[in-house]
Structures are given as structure tokens and as C-alpha cells.
């Protein structure tokens, strides 16, 4: 395998179609590909979706964003990840490895087709592979990027939000009833049953919270078809919780994080926002792993410390890790990450 630390692409392609989560943990390694090759322009393949994820990046030059309903057509498809392949790439970073950027690194004749070593049947499609390091997800992402010199060095995530949505922010929390840095934003929602801490205990922390900090509010959000959890958690934990009928857009919610003292919440998307607009975050972890939380003094993640933790299963008959787990038992945590904030 040829060496590439001596490479100076003039367009580089990366591919991270989904999750949104996903989406945001690779914009560290976006930077450092433009920090690293300043004068390449950098382009991203990645699903319609996820676009406000990205919206407003400077590391970016142009996003190529996969719309699912108008690529039904598989003929329709084939065109359209021709043409992305053939933009004329020196070098593509995959960190995937999914059918539709295989797709497109097919009809690329570019140089350099990087990603982490692969299974036999995958290799055919690259021309260089690294070993990953495991471990923060950002990191992972990162390491992927070593053969070219380059080196994760503790960057995390950003969403490059404009002035006009943070005054819209501004605007928007005073109209709630909420002060800068005087609230919290509370993440009760996931799809996995087995990463859903129950809605009692996230009420429970709110209410020992304000015991503490009775100034404080708590901002709950929501996503599509979760409205119902929100209410729920609001309902429990009484005065002070704060629910909005306008269900927040992405980049709202990054907008909002970044006014906020705090996130609290379950291992999803949100607390990756928080992360990406430096708001000090927790999350409460079930059956999820340990690899989506940085190692930094503002971020943490708390859990039962079950012999069974960090299963990734999807379903169980006790959800005891998640049960038994007390608002209790996150509190001193809590506390002491609003302490970077809460003056």
C-alpha cells in the first residue's frame, strides 16, 4: 500500500450518510482535513436529513445530499452517484462503507479511496485502509484519517450556528419564560426502549435539581411523534418544567442548547448538540456504550454499573440498568456540570 502522508489533494470527497448524531461526530475530522489541506476544497456525501447538521460549516464547499424519494428510480440512482463519483476527487475518505458510497467510489477514479481495513468483500472499492482506534466516536472517526498525517487531538464536534439564529434564540427563551444560563434542557425521548431512561426519574431529577437551584427551569424537547414523553416528564416534575407547543427544529435546538446551563438526557442526538455548542451535558446511560460520550470535564455519562452495561441489546425483560438507576444517584453529577455555567 502506497504511502499518502506526503499527499496534497486539490478536492476531497467524505462520506457519512447517517445518523444525524453521526453526521455531527464527523465534523471534527472535516476540520482537520481542511486544517491539513487548506487549499483543498471538501466536499460531503451524506442523506438530505441530515443537512442542518452541516448547514453553515466553513470547512465545507459544497454538500451532496442523497433525497431518498427522488432517488427511488434505481436508474435515476446509478446517474446521480455517478455524477457525484466523477467530480473530479483526489482523494475520498468513506467512513461507512454503505452500498450508496460504494456506489459512488465505483465511478471515481481518484487516487486515493480511504477507509479502516474492511471485510474481503469491501476491499475492492479502496485503494488505502487504516486501523481505527477505538473508543469516543469523534476519535474513531479521526483515526481513520492517520495515513494521511493527521491526528485527533481532542476535537469535538460544531454546529457553526449565524447571529440571526441565536437572537431568533434569544427571542425565544425570554417568550418561555427562561433567562440565559437559568435553565436546563432535558432530553427524556429514544427510540430504543432499552436506552429510554423511565420519565418519573428524569421528573425526579428536575425536582431535586430545583431543590438546589430553585431558579432554575427546565426546557424539555422533543422530536417527532415524542411529544406525548415531553408532556409526560413535564406533567411529573411540576413547576418549573417548560414545554413548548413549537416543536424545535434541529438548528433551534442547537440554538436553544447553547443559551443553556445544562442538557441532561438520554444518549441521542441532543446531547451531541449540546457537545457541538459547548454546553456542559449528561447523559444517562442503559444499554448504550460508552463510546459516544468525550472524555472532558464538561461532558459526562452516568450509569447503574451493571456487570451487564453497555449490552447494545434492543430489548429486555428488566430494563434494570434503567429502572433501578435513581435520580439520586445522578445528582452530584448534575450539579457539579452546572457549576461550569450556573454562576
Known amino acids: 500500500m ?3 502522508s506526503n499527499l496534497h489533494p486539490k478536492k476531497i470527497l467524505v462520506c457519512q450518510l447517517r445518523q444525524i448524531g453521526d453526521v455531527l461526530l464527523a465534523t471534527p475530522s472535516i476540520q482537520l482535513l481542511k486544517e491539513r489541506f487548506p487549499d483543498a476544497e471538501i466536499h460531503l ?33 446509478l446517474l446521480w452517484y455517478r455524477k457525484v463519483g466523477r467530480g473530479g476527487y483526489d482523494l475520498i475518505v468513506d467512513f461507512q462503507r454503505l452500498p450508496r458510497c460504494r456506489y459512488v467510489i465505483m465511478f471515481s477514479g481518484a487516487k486515493v479511496k480511504l477507509t479502516q481495513h474492511t471485510a474481503w468483500y469491501n476491499r ?25 498525517g493527521i491526528n485527533w487531538d481532542g476535537e469535538l464536534p460544531k454546529i457553526y450556528l449565524t447571529d440571526e439564529e441565536r437572537a431568533w434564540a434569544d427571542e425565544f427563551i425570554r417568550a418561555e419564560g427562561m433567562e440565559e444560563n437559568r435553565f436546563v434542557t432535558i432530553d427524556p425521548s429514544h427510540r430504543r426502549i432499552t436506552r429510554k431512561w423511565p420519565e418519573r426519574h428524569f421528573a425526579g431529577l428536575i425536582k431535586l435539581m430545583r431543590k438546589r437551584h430553585p431558579e432554575l427551569k427546565f426546557f424539555i424537547l422533543y422530536g417527532p411523534g415524542e411529544i406525548e414523553v415531553a408532556r409526560k416528564v413535564a406533567e411529573l416534575a411540576g413547576e418549573g418544567a417548560v414545554i413548548s407547543e413549537h416543536m424545535l427544529t434541529l438548528r433551534e435546538m442547537a440554538a436553544i442548547q447553547e443559551k443553556a446551563a445544562l442538557h441532561v438526557g438520554n444518549c441521542s442526538a441532543p446531547r451531541h448538540f449540546a457537545v457541538a455548542v459547548d454546553t456542559p451535558s449528561l447523559a444517562i446511560h442503559g444499554a448504550t456504550g460508552f463510546g459516544w460520550c468525550p472524555k472532558s470535564e464538561r461532558h459526562s455519562s452516568v450509569d447503574k454499573g451493571l456487570p451487564c452495561r453497555s449490552c447494545n441489546k434492543n430489548s429486555c425483560e428488566t430494563l434494570e440498568c434503567l429502572e433501578t438507576f435513581l435520580p439520586e444517584e445522578c445528582l452530584d453529577e448534575a450539579l457539579r456540570l452546572l457549576a461550569f455555567k450556573l454562576q
Do not use: Q
Not at 443537512?51 to 433525497?67: F, G, K, Q, R, T
Not at 479502496?126 to 479521526?142: E, L, N, P, Q, R
Open 2 to 4: 502506497k504511502d499518502i
Open 124 to 148: 475492492f472499492f479502496y485503494t488505502h485502509f487504516s486501523d481505527v482506534i477505538y473508543g469516543y466516536a469523534a476519535m474513531f472517526k479521526a483515526s481513520i484519517l492517520r495515513p494521511l
Open 45 to 77: 456525501l451524506t442523506e438530505k436529513k441530515c443537512l442542518p447538521v452541516v448547514e453553515n460549516n466553513p470547512h465545507l464547499s459544497h454538500i451532496w445530499a442523497i433525497d431518498k424519494k427522488k432517488l427511488k428510480n434505481p436508474f435515476l440512482a
